[in-house]
C-alpha cells in the first residue's frame, strides 16, 4: 500500500469515533486500492495517488462525512471529554478543599466547624462547576471550529495530499493530550487570575469576600500568567498546525522550566511558609524541611526529560518506505 | 454578490437538490453485490457522477439504517465490502421510486405548464 495512502487513512482515521475506525479505514483503503488499480493498473506514481486523495478531500471532512449529525460536541470528540471531565471532576474538588482548608488553619478566621466544612464545599462545587464548563466550552469551539481555524491557518487554500503528516510521527499533536492541558490551563490560568485580583491563594472564588487570603509575590504571580498564556498560543498552534516543529517543542520545554520556578515562589514556597509558621517542628523532619526545594527539583527535572525524549525521538524518525507495492517516483 | 460567492451559492443548492436523487439512485443498483468502486463506475456509466467522498460515506449510512447489507469478500486480490440492497431496502425503494415519479410528473406540470408525457 502506498505510504501516501496510508497516511490519509491515518489523518482520516483520527477524526473518526474509535468504534468504527478500524472499519472504516479498512473499506476505504481498499476502495482507494481500486481507483489506483482502475486508473493506473497497480504501478501509480506519488503525483497519481496525490491526486486521488485530492478527489477524496480533506481528511478531516472526509472523516466527518462518515459522521453523521451534528452535536455540541460530537460522538469523535465526546468520550476524550468525558474522559477530561472525570479525571477533572477526581482532581479539582480535593484540591480545592484543601487549599480552603490550608486557608482556614493558617488565617485567623474563626467560625463552627460546620460553618467551615459548608464554605470548603462551597468552594470545591465551584471550582468544579467552573471547571467543567470551561472543559465543555473549549471541546464545543473544537468541534464546530474546524473550517474557521482552517482559514486562520491557511489551509482553505486546498488540501495538498503531498503535505500529509506521516503515520506514527513522534512529532504529531496528540489531539487527547493538547486539549487535557488547554482545558487544565484554561482553569489554572483563570484561578490565577482570581489569585492575582484578591492578592494570594484562596479558592473561595468570591471576590467580595475571599477568605482568608494566603499572600504570594506578585511579579511571579504575573510571570506565571504570562508563561502559561504562552504555553497555551504554543499549544494551540501545534494543535492547528497537527505537529510540534523541533523550535516550537524546545521553546515548550524551555516555558516549561521557567514555569516550575516560578511555581516554586508563586505556590510551593508561600504554601511551605505558612505551613511551617504553623508548625515550626515539621522543619526538623527530613526531607520535609526542603519539601518545597524538592518539588522545584523534582518538576525541573520531568520537564527536561520530557522534552529531550521527544526530541530524541523527532531526531531518530524516519518514515518507513512503502510496502505492499512500489510508487515510482514522479 | 461576487461570482465566487455565486458559483457557491449554486453549488450548494446543486447538492441540495442531488442528495436525495443519489440516495435513489444507489438503491435502484444495488440488486447485484457491489463494492464502493464498482459503484461509482456504474452511476457514471449511465450519467451520474458521484464523488467518492459522498458515495463512500452514503453507503455505510445506507447500511446503517438497514437498507443496504454488507459482506466482507476475503478471496479477491484484496479485501473487499460487497454492499446489497435488503427487504427493507426493496420496500424503500419501490415507495422512493413511486415519489419520485410523482415528483417528476408535478415538477413538470409546474416547470413548462403542462403534463409530462
Redesign the interface.
Known amino acids: 500500500m502506498s505510504e501516501l495512502v496510508e497516511r490519509y487513512i491515518h489523518q482520516v482515521g483520527r477524526y473518526l469515533p474509535s468504534k468504527e475506525r478500524a472499519e ?1 479505514q ?3 483503503r ?2 482507494i ?3 489506483l488499480d ?1 486508473r493506473y493498473e497497480g504501478a501509480p506514481t506519488e503525483a497519481n495517488v496525490a491526486e486521488v486523495l485530492k ?3 480533506d481528511p478531516r ?2 472523516a466527518a ?2 459522521g ?1 449529525e451534528q452535536y455540541l460536541v460530537g460522538p469523535d470528540l465526546y468520550p476524550v471529554m468525558m474522559m477530561v471531565l472525570r479525571r477533572g471532576w477526581v482532581i479539582v474538588p480535593p484540591i480545592a478543599i484543601l487549599v480552603h482548608l490550608l486557608a482556614v488553619v493558617f488565617g485567623d478566621e474563626s467560625g463552627t466547624l460546620i460553618s467551615l466544612l459548608l464554605t470548603a464545599a462551597g468552594g470545591a462545587f465551584q471550582a468544579t462547576a467552573i471547571f467543567t464548563g470551561i472543559v465543555v466550552l473549549i471541546f464545543a469551539i473544537l468541534q464546530h471550529s474546524g473550517e474557521d481555524l482552517d482559514e486562520i491557518t491557511g489551509s482553505d487554500k486546498g488540501f495538498d495530499p503531498l503535505a500529509l503528516p506521516e503515520v506514527d510521527d513522534p512529532a504529531e499533536v496528540d489531539r487527547f493530550e493538547s486539549i487535557l492541558s488547554m482545558a487544565f490551563g484554561t482553569f489554572a490560568l483563570l484561578v490565577m487570575l482570581y489569585f492575582l485580583r484578591v492578592g494570594g491563594l484562596t479558592l473561595r472564588f468570591n471576590l467580595n469576600d475571599p477568605g482568608d487570603v494566603i499572600p504570594v509575590p506578585i511579579p511571579w504571580l504575573v510571570a506565571l500568567i504570562a508563561i502559561g498564556t504562552t504555553q497555551m498560543v504554543l499549544q494551540l498552534t501545534a494543535l492547528l498546525r497537527g505537529r510540534w516543529g523541533v523550535a516550537l517543542w524546545l521553546v515548550n520545554v524551555a516555558l516549561d522550566i521557567v514555569g516550575a520556578v516560578t511555581l516554586y515562589y508563586v505556590l510551593w514556597l508561600p504554601l511551605a511558609g505558612q505551613l511551617f509558621a504553623a508548625v515550626p517542628a515539621l522543619l526538623n523532619v527530613p526531607f520535609l524541611g526542603r519539601g518545597a526545594q524538592i518539588i522545584l527539583a523534582i518538576s525541573i527535572i520531568a520537564a527536561v526529560l520530557e522534552g529531550a525524549t521527544k526530541l530524541v525521538k523527532m531526531a531518530g524518525y524516519r518514515h518507513s518506505g512503502p510496502s505492499s507495492y512500489n510508487v515510482k517516483a514522479s | 454578490m461576487t461570482e465566487k460567492e455565486l458559483d457557491e451559492q449554486f453549488d450548494n443548492l446543486r447538492l441540495e437538490l442531488r442528495r436525495g436523487v443519489v440516495v435513489l439512485a444507489v438503491l435502484s443498483q444495488m440488486d447485484t453485490a457491489r ?4 459503484l461509482i ?1 456504474r452511476l457514471a456509466e449511465q450519467g451520474l457522477d458521484v ?4 458515495l ?2 452514503l453507503l ?2 445506507l447500511e446503517k439504517q438497514g437498507l443496504l447489507e454488507s459482506e466482507w469478500e476475503m478471496g479477491e486480490a ?4 460487497y454492499y446489497r440492497i435488503s427487504p427493507l431496502g426493496r420496500k424503500v425503494l419501490a415507495a422512493l421510486t413511486t415519489e419520485w415519479n410523482d415528483t417528476v410528473e408535478v415538477m413538470h406540470l409546474i416547470l413548462y405548464g403542462e403534463k409530462h408525457v
Not at chain 2, 463494492?35 to 464498482?38: F, T, V
Not at chain 2, 464523488?51 to 459522498?54: A, K, P, S, Y
Not at chain 2, 484484496?78 to 465490502?81: A, D, T, V, Y
Open positions: 472504516i479498512a473499506e476505504l481498499s476502495q486500492q481500486d481507483q482502475d478527489e477524496l478531500g471532512r472526509m462525512s462518515y453523521g | 463494492y464502493g468502486y464498482n463506475q464523488e467518492e467522498g459522498t463512500y460515506p455505510r449510512r484484496r479485501p473487499r465490502k
